[in-house]
């Protein structure tokens, strides 16, 4: 809480970069079409910002907020590509990077880290280090290598997580077909299909099942996976066979997880209030490419009370994140 008491406004998805992690991984990345072509110039200019904090919290005092979760664009310089010891270079200059934002922006940067989960003895070691560094949400991908994070190759990550208290914000590194690349729409569609393979993943293969204290975000308000859960419950009956490794109805799951709330359609967000509850929202800018407005566009959404308002900009993500003071 603030000195006044008042909850501060936490935004739970603002992106940072580091210049040499970004050099040897933007090639690699859906937003560069796989090196195929440069970012344009406005974009270029948001890319510069994103590398120092005080340009950052020159923003977030325009946007009237008092915190962000910052994580590692992983849509412009992921590091899933590389070999695992290269990756392990990579994700440490990341989290030592942030965490030293965090060190010294104590009351405005919390610190998010990013993993080398191809390795798991290395993600482990990594997510211990992390932690000890003072960071408290692991930025994770949908999947690694097209293996989704449900799997059980994954479980020492979630057991580790679950043990450390650790947030997972998952935000997808973009659609990685090449038919995405058409009319941007490893953006535009494809992370919301990344979002639903997520959860379906983790839910199916029994993460939230085994897992019940974890705590995580799921970018884009879950993308497209909330608004159609009728088809995944009839199969309840229709295919009892995709219930093996759960004991509750799909839809059920959905309050396991936590939602932000980059949607820039407010029918969309009231429609997942009515699915999620307003309780399972954080607020969510995309900084600096997302919401040009984050904090107005929960304010005037008409289906939700003062309070919950205050809960969804930063209460829950006070709660969840935790010793915010």
């Known amino acids: 809480m603030e000195p006044n008491g008042k909850t501060p406004v936490i935004d739970f998805h603002s992106h940072f970069l580091v210049q040499e992690v970004f050099d040897q991984c933007h090639c690699h990345s859906p937003a560069s079409g ?9 974009l270029v200019a948001l890319f510069d910002k994103m590398k120092n904090p005080r340009l950052v919290i020159e923003d977030m005092d325009r946007l009237k907020i008092d915190m962000s979760v910052s994580s590692s664009a992983t849509v412009i310089e992921p590091t899933s590509w590389a070999e695992p010891s290269v990756e392990l270079e990579l994700v440490r200059r990341l989290n030592d990077t942030v965490a030293e934002w965090a060190a010294q922006f104590p009351r405005r940067i919390i610190g998010s880290f990013v993993l080398p989960l191809q390795d798991m003895d290395s993600a482990l070691q990594e997510i211990r280090r992390a932690v000890g560094l003072g960071l408290k949400v692991a930025n994770i991908p949908s999947e690694v290598r097209g293996t989704y994070l449900g799997d059980r190759k994954f479980w020492p990550f979630w057991e580790a ?95 396991n997880v936590h939602y932000d709330t980059c949607l820039f359609d407010p029918s969309v967000l009231s429609a997942l209030i009515k699915i999620v509850g307003s309780d399972r929202l954080v607020l969510g800018s995309d900084y600096p490419v997302g919401e040009p407005d984050p904090v107005g566009f929960v304010s005037r959404c008409p289906d939700i009370g003062d309070a919950e308002k205050r809960m969804i900009l930063g209460g829950k993500a006070a709660e969840l994140v935790g010793g915010i003071n």
């Open 161 to 255: 997580a679950q043990d450390l208290g650790v947030v997972s914000f998952m935000h997808p590194e973009g659609g990685k077909c090449a038919w995405f690349q058409q009319f941007g729409m490893w953006n535009s569609i494809a992370q919301s299909l990344e979002e639903a393979k997520f959860m379906v993943s983790i839910i199916y293969e029994g993460v939230l099942e085994s897992f019940p204290k974890l705590k995580i975000v799921v970018s884009h308000g879950g993308g497209y996976f909330p608004h159609n859960m009728g088809r995944l419950d009839r199969n309840v009956k229709n295919a009892p066979q995709s219930m093996k490794n759960i004991t509750r109805k799909p839809s059920e799951y959905l309050r």
């Open 34 to 42: 796989f090196g195929h072509h440069q970012a344009p110039a406005h």
